[in-house]
């Protein structure tokens, strides 16, 4: 069995490997758009599974990656509020933008478990794709998101560092470096 550090390290790597593809993805993604630009403009050609496949990677980037910028506990956010607080209340405000980000993530599984019976036996226009393959992505990001807000969460509640897993450098104060 895997105990609780090693299964956040486990955790840790699995999220930096997606960040990996979702950066694999990026660049497809980028490529796929010269390549529609180049065809359409050179060629007169229109090459619509290139746009389902740039659209694809673009799913995969944003779900991807945002696992990992979740434990490492950067995503977007207003920093004048905890800034101004004391080490507890920064503590006390990572919980509650954890537990939002569970409850987010518990929101778009149940959206998938609603959707995806019903649509996803059609197939993509252009590459004639299973919409089960096309969301697979944005589906592992949500469990892997899922996860990584419960261990944070769970981190948390249990006193321990939520971010220890990324060794992610802090000054004095608690902040990120």
Known sequence: MVDGVSGRAILARLVRFGAVLGM??????????????????????????????ARFSGIGVVFLTVPYLAGRHVLVSVSMLPDA????????????GDLATLLFAALMLWSFAEFLPRAGKFLTPAMRMPNWGYYSLALAGSVMLAIMAATRVGAALTGRDPTSPFHESRDDSGLPI
Do not use: C, K
């Not at 796929?32 to 359409?40: G, I, N, P, S």
């Open 24 to 53: 694999v993805l990026l660049s497809l993604m980028a490529t796929l758009v010269v390549l529609q630009v180049a065809a359409r403009n050179f060629l007169d050609l229109g090459l619509p599974w290139a746009d389902e496949l």
């Open 85 to 96: 607080l004391g080490p507890r209340g920064r503590r006390a405000l990572s919980l509650v």
